[in-house]
């Protein structure tokens, strides 16, 4: 009977994506900085070139996109910019600029994006003990853009991207075809992110062994959230949790 009752040791962890592995934010802050030195080239007055890139960034934050209604993120995103420009500016802006802050915002963001030579290295020495899964949420396009973009695919025995499922992150649905697809159990896993309500919530939900919230900015845990099993400051101290369930 006591065999039963037994903790299994974890033999797979699930990561996610973007501000647990990279760091996306430091990214998009680069991105943000071409697109007003862009801007500024095509003499757009400085006064309104902040509140442009701020208008995008909170559609960004807000949007919601249906690939059935025929259109690309890219078309999605453009417009975004044209939106930002011509609430800013009060006047229909070229099509063309819009286009431009677009493709300087994605291609930049794309160029710096990386997997540090800590977090690879880290990846490399967890993958000869445990079965390493990613499930990301987003866009189809623009999370495999990502993940090609830091060269980071060979290191996990299956990579989810959360657009091409009915449902993402904290849906467990998406954890179900997860252990499905990789062969595993929820209590063999240990769920790592740094969204409280996708990756902590999904993880608690899903069934996981323990989960972990990366808590980059060492933020307080807002009142009434979700409570992770651990917190750590970045992925990079994962070994000393690992230790302890072990």
């Known amino acids: 009977m006591w065999n039963t009752m037994e903790r299994r040791a974890v033999s797979s962890i699930i990561f996610d994506f973007d501000n647990t592995l990279v760091d996306t934010a430091g990214a998009g802050r680069i991105a943000i900085q071409k697109v007003c030195e862009l ?12 509140d442009i890139c ?6 960004l934050l807000h949007e ?4 059935s209604e025929g259109k690309t993120i890219d078309d999605v995103r453009i417009h975004h910019w044209y939106e930002a420009l011509q609430e ?5 802006p070229d099509a063309a600029l819009a286009s431009s802050c677009y493709y300087t915002w ?4 794309l160029q710096v994006l990386t997997l540090t030579p800590e977090v690879r290295s880290l990846l490399e020495e967890l993958q000869k003990n445990y079965k390493l899964l990613l499930i990301t949420n987003g866009d189809t396009q623009t999370q495999w853009e990502k993940i090609e973009a830091v060269g980071c695919k060979g290191l996990f025995s299956l ?3 959360g657009g091409d499922h009915p449902e993402q992150k904290p ?3 998406i954890f179900t075809h997860c252990f499905e697809s990789a062969g595993v159990q929820p209590q063999d896993c240990v769920m790592v992110g740094d969204s409280l309500s996708t990756d902590i919530q999904g993880g608690i939900d899903a069934g996981v062994r323990a989960t972990v919230w990366i808590n980059s900015d060492c933020k307080s845990l807002p009142l009434g959230s979700v409570t992770p ?9 994962l070994n000393d949790v690992l230790l302890e369930l072990s």
Request: aromatic content about 6%.
């Open 171 to 173: 849906a467990r649905s």
């Open 64 to 67: 919601s996109f249906d690939p």
């Open 159 to 161: 990579v989810v991207v």
């Open 54 to 59: 701020d208008h995008f960034l909170r559609k």
């Open 39 to 50: 801007l500024k080239s095509m003499h757009v007055p400085e006064s309104h070139i902040k």
């Open 106 to 109: 994605n291609n930049t963001r």
């Open 229 to 237: 099993d651990y917190t750590l400051p970045s992925v990079l101290n």
């Open 88 to 92: 800013t500016q009060g006047t229909d």
